[in-house]
């Protein structure tokens, strides 16, 4: 069965950092894109970031481009989002979907929520 | 960058009707369209992909149609279990996806 489990939300304050984990299991990690996806509180869904099966290829959405990085450990079966200089419009539940190379999301973690508030 | 226009934003609707939403794209998009369902406090759900493939594992009375800038997902007959918010999403325009911004679905 496939799995996708976020980890390492919470309360974090204007300009702070937090790094977001993303555990894999029931399918072979390092053969599948993944992304990380974002809904702000009522909102609706917003693509954050892309990362290819091997690293090699990144792309992110304009609103977090300079302030978030992703990446991959395929040995352990986990995706990464470190998200600096955070601001109130970040917060949002964070999911990390899987992507079978074919630019759609075919699995969904629970999410993680992020919230930047002083 | 691509948006995508959804219509309409909410909708309500009786058991059995048979329910239309469109996505529009502000350019061609070819059939590089998904529709995704979320209910309350859950993670979306991958329904229709490439315009008009259905998801293993999702039932027949959900489709997609379309194609360049005009999409369409239809649900054949209203099931009280289908009351979500629905999304389309574009990868044509990489590397940026884009969403519309969903129709809330309830029942009349």
């Known amino acids: 069965e496939v799995q996708l489990v976020e980890s390492g939300g919470g309360l974090v304050q204007p300009g702070g950092s937090l790094r977001l984990s993303c555990a894999a299991s029931?399918?072979?990690?390092?053969?599948?894109?993944m992304n990380w996806v974002r809904q702000a509180p009522g909102k609706g869904l917003e693509w954050v970031s892309y990362i290819s099966s091997s690293g090699s290829t990144i792309y992110y959405a304009d609103s977090v481009k300079g302030r978030f990085t992703i990446s991959r450990d395929n040995a352990k079966n986990s995706l990464y989002l470190q998200m600096n200089s955070l601001r109130a419009e970040d917060t949002a539940v964070y999911y990390c979907?899987?992507?079978?190379?074919?630019?759609?999301?075919?699995?969904w973690g629970q999410g993680t929520l992020v919230t930047v508030s002083s | 960058d691509i948006q995508m226009t959804q219509s309409p934003s909410s909708l309500s609707a009786s058991v059995g009707d048979r329910v239309t939403i469109t996505c529009q794209a502000s350019q061609d998009i070819s059939n590089y369209l998904n529709w995704y369902q979320q209910k309350p406090g859950k993670a979306p759900k991958l329904l229709i992909y490439d315009a008009s493939n259905l998801e293993t594992g999702v039932p027949s009375r959900f489709s997609g149609s379309g194609s360049g800038t005009d999409f369409t997902f239809t649900i054949s007959s209203l099931q009280p279990e289908d009351i979500a918010t629905y999304y389309c999403?574009?990868?044509?325009?990489?590397?940026?996806?884009?969403f519309g911004q969903g129709t809330k679905l309830e029942i009349k």
């Open positions: 029931g399918f072979t990690f390092s053969s599948y894109e």
């Open positions: 979907a899987r992507d079978p190379g074919a630019g759609r999301f075919d699995y």
């Open positions: 999403q574009q990868y044509d325009n990489l590397p940026q996806y884009t």
